[in-house]
């Protein structure tokens, strides 16, 4: 959090922005005067994707596509890093200030809170300040690290503590370890009273597009599917999983292969986008496998023709490279010992709290298996001594968001963290980035 402002410093506007500003989705939506429910948060997709038929789509604008065969996707956040403000700003157009956009913004009179990843590049900072005061013209802004900002949702109640009933007014939790799962890959930060704690920040280069990637290259073997990104997403949201016992459950579909079903193995059946708009997972029937071998298609139960794609052990080998990098050649470690490298850039004494603190927040959180898993190595790798408290925020999704509102519906603490567009042209950009990293 930025140090103090002088007490001459006027109010922020009276709306508040919040951009959660992801590489597969944005989450967007302004703060409620008290904290926000879920539903004031908007889902958006932060992209500009080009269809088989040469027709455009804007951000969520994707919300009406019924048709993403061989989908082209553009995205200006890559690796995390939000590389091309000529991309975001035509899906920020399209979202906040075209007429008709869903979330219709006036930024002269709107305070921005908007998110960034850990260790940002300087030059892409001062870009990003740079449109945010010089082209769109906000009242005030804050640019900070997403994950910090869930040290403002109320952490107790979701770790199952009491809460403090001496606490006057929004305070951020004094200390939580987040681990944020995303789209471009996954880091660990530790927060301490509302500040990540930047030696201690520690990032494993995997996250849901190098899962999706994976899944595409492994199931090409038997569908060619290689240029249906979107779909091969939501393929493996649908269908993977992260294994107790990966050694068991490659046994198991070696042996099922053999003998001609297992339970692991399924089939999904793909969406053809006219009579089936959405795929689906069915238990497996090697005689649907055997005919698609055969004939590239099998009879549905309506007469159409229906592509179905099996899946043994690709459902849980493609979200073990979490855990395991190793697996496709990579040196760096798995994300429970990559907590662990974070804790070792922390002083002892924060260890046992920050070990019972552990929120998990972003979308590959969602993958069924990954929340026992962590708790597992994690208590594993701890020092015995230590309590291990491994939580999934109630939505791992929007959770950042969530903590931003909250911190925008406190005037006086929105009022420190925030620099008017006057104190930006009075000051420059150097001095903005000397604000937002103190």
Not at 214 to 229: G, H
Request: charged share 20%.
């Amino acid at each position: 959090m930025p140090r103090h402002s002088k007490s001459s410093k006027p109010a922020p506007a009276q709306q508040t922005l919040i951009i959660d500003n992801g590489a597969y989705t944005m989450k967007a939506g302004f703060a409620a005067s008290s904290p926000a429910a879920e539903g004031d948060c908007h889902v958006i997709a932060n992209c500009i994707a080009r269809g088989a038929e040469k027709k455009t789509w804007v951000g969520p604008q994707l919300e009406n596509c019924k048709d993403f065969a061989e989908m082209v996707f553009r995205r200006p956040v890559e690796k995390g890093y939000l590389v091309s403000w000529e991309a975001e700003k035509e899906i920020w157009d399209t979202t906040f200030f075209d007429k008709g956009a869903k979330i219709k913004c006036n930024p002269q009179e709107t305070n921005l809170i908007l998110t960034e990843a850990p260790n940002t590049p300087t030059a892409l900072q001062a870009n990003t300040d740079q449109v945010i005061f010089e082209e769109y013209e906000f009242a005030s802004y804050y640019r900070c690290i997403g994950p910090s900002l869930n040290a403002y949702n109320d952490i107790p109640t979701i770790m199952g503590d009491q809460p403090d009933q001496n606490a006057t007014g929004l305070l951020p939790a004094e200390c939580v370890l987040v681990i944020d799962s995303g789209y471009s890959h996954t880091t660990v930060t530790p927060v301490y009273k509302g500040q990540p704690i930047q030696q201690a920040i520690r990032r494993l280069d995997i996250g849901g597009k190098f899962l999706t990637n994976y899944l595409k290259e492994a199931a090409s073997r038997k569908l060619d599917v290689i240029d249906e990104t979107h779909l091969m997403n939501e393929v493996k949201e649908a269908v993977c999983y992260v294994s107790e016992d990966f050694t068991r459950d490659l046994e198991r579909t070696w042996k099922g292969s053999r003998k001609g079903s297992n339970d692991i193995t399924v089939d999904y059946v793909m969406p053809d986008y006219t009579n089936i708009l959405h795929g689906f997972m069915r238990p497996h029937d090697p005689l649907v496998a055997s005919k698609m071998n055969k004939m590239g298609g099998v009879p549905g139960p309506d007469g159409t023709t229906e592509y179905v794609l099996t899946l043994g052990n690709e459902r849980f080998a493609v979200p073990e490279l979490l855990f395991n990098p190793g697996d496709v050649g990579s040196k760096q470690p798995g994300l429970s010992e990559t907590v662990m490298q974070s804790l070792s850039g922390l002083p002892p004494g924060l260890w046992p709290v920050m070990l019972a603190n552990v929120l998990v927040i972003g979308g590959n959180a969602n993958i069924n298996g990954f929340m026992d898993r962590l708790s597992t190595e994690l208590r594993q790798l701890a020092p015995a001594e230590c309590v291990v408290r491994v939580i999934k925020a109630p939505n791992a999704i929007k959770s950042t968001w969530l903590g931003g509102s909250r911190l925008a519906s406190d005037k006086a603490l929105l009022k420190n963290v925030v620099v008017t567009r006057q104190e930006y042209q009075e000051h420059g950009s150097q001095w903005l980035s000397k604000r937002f990293t103190n």
